[in-house]
């Protein structure tokens, strides 16, 4: 019988998406020896570059990539302002970048070009990439990981980071786990009165509906999430382009005027999976790996990044110490996570009560985000930066 072939690493990156791939790079940043870094891939680069959904980066998700030489302008689309509204309801509230002193309030960019830009940035160090191979399991041991693929080897290393999440529906349940009985049909439509550098988040019955400016081949039109329940979504999903279309004002309202062209449409479950701890001994969680959340308010990659920023500072400074790099990363993640999981878990709900006190107060709290600044700074500052 044949022994699998065995290799030695500091760290073992399982995982190679946006978060896996930023952590891979902020880490290379000072480490002594980035050839023991090991990263592992389940898919091809090819195949990741030809994903065609539309994400949203925040402003200090920007000056991350910008960091690692990941960020290329021209390829994103800035967000200068966020409506966010209820439809058939009173109160509204409006975030804008002026009152921030920044050049934006976040980004739109295509998932395929954002793997583009990590994957270049990738080439400029010695990283040991395995592609395609998928992780079979992880045996923790006295003084490191055996990390044990798919194709029979076996990577031995210091320490083993999760950071291939997945979709909610195709992970196991974590400790918090909800099913918020959604699906977000997502497709890139045009429509007559666009507003360039505008966001819309729209609270409907069947869920929100975001709205993010995006350029498709030199055409101003908007990255579409439309959260609503799974037989409506299969209904939506079913209609011809204009009968689509239609469903789509129906639901949205006015304010864009018709919406006249629309892409394929796709579909994904939602719900929130989270695990209760993101360090275990030798191991740690980050990005979906660690917590999938509701697509409201386009957190999720964001929230990631900032683990993975959170672990490099904890890896660098107990790296020989694993309890203390456990305490550190661990510290320096809650409150951000907290806050972040509560916002995104809580949002989608609160807007689909149809008690009649509580469609009260949700308007009355749009209406205050819009009069007391404090209130709307607090917001528009977790979804640019996290809690610090």
């Known amino acids: 019988m044949n022994t699998p072939a065995t290799s030695d690493f500091d760290i073992a990156i399982c995982g190679a998406g946006p978060v896996g791939a930023a952590f891979a790079l902020l880490l290379a940043e000072t480490w002594p020896d980035a050839s023991r870094i090991a990263l592992i891939d389940s898919r091809l680069p ?18 991350m990539l910008e960091r690692v030489r990941a960020w290329h302008e021209d390829s994103a689309t800035p967000i200068h302002h966020i409506h966010v509204s209820h439809r058939g309801h009173f109160g509204r509230t409006m975030i804008d970048r002026k009152d921030y002193d920044v050049p934006a309030l976040g980004y739109v960019i295509r998932y395929g070009d954002l793997v583009r830009q990590l994957n270049a940035a990738l080439d400029r160090f010695p990283f040991q990439i395995r592609r395609p191979v998928a992780v079979d399991r992880i045996e923790q041991q006295a003084e490191s990981c055996a990390v044990h693929l798919d194709n029979g080897a076996i990577l031995n290393a210091r320490y083993a980071v999760h950071a291939e999440g997945g979709l909610f529906g195709t992970q196991e349940s974590k400790a918090i786990h909800r099913d918020y009985g959604q699906t977000a049909i997502t497709s890139f439509v045009t429509c007559a009165l666009p507003q360039p550098a505008t966001a819309w988040e729209r609270f409907t019955e069947g869920g929100p509906i975001a709205l993010l400016p995006s350029l498709r081949q030199q055409t101003q039109g908007y990255a579409l999430v439309w959260c609503c329940k799974p ?10 382009d204009q009968e689509f279309l239609r469903a789509l004002h129906q639901n949205f309202g006015d304010r864009l005027g018709q919406f006249t062209s629309a892409t ?7 719900g929130l999976n989270a695990a209760a701890s993101t360090a275990n001994g030798r191991e740690f969680a980050i ?33 020989h110490n694993p309890e203390e790099c456990n305490q550190t990363f661990l510290s320096a993640r809650q409150l951000d996570r907290r806050a972040t999981i509560q916002l995104t878990d809580w949002l989608p709900r609160i807007f689909a009560s149809q008690l009649r006190p509580v469609i009260a107060a949700r308007g009355s709290a749009l209406s205050l985000l819009d009069l007391l600044p404090p209130a709307r700074h607090l917001l528009a500052r977790q979804m640019m930066n996290g809690q610090r």
Do not use: K
Not at 231 to 240: F, W
């Open 46 to 63: 090819e195949m990741a570059t030809r994903d065609e959904r539309m994400i949203a980066i925040s402003h200090g998700s920007r000056t």
């Open 231 to 240: 037989e409506d979504a299969s209904q939506h999903i079913a209609l011809n």
């Open 264 to 270: 394929r449409r796709m579909a994904f479950p939602l």
């Open 287 to 319: 990005g979906n790996a660690a917590q999938t959340l509701h697509p409201v308010a386009g957190q999720g990659l964001n929230l990631g990044l900032r683990d993975a920023y959170s672990l490099v500072s904890a890896l660098r400074a107990h790296f």
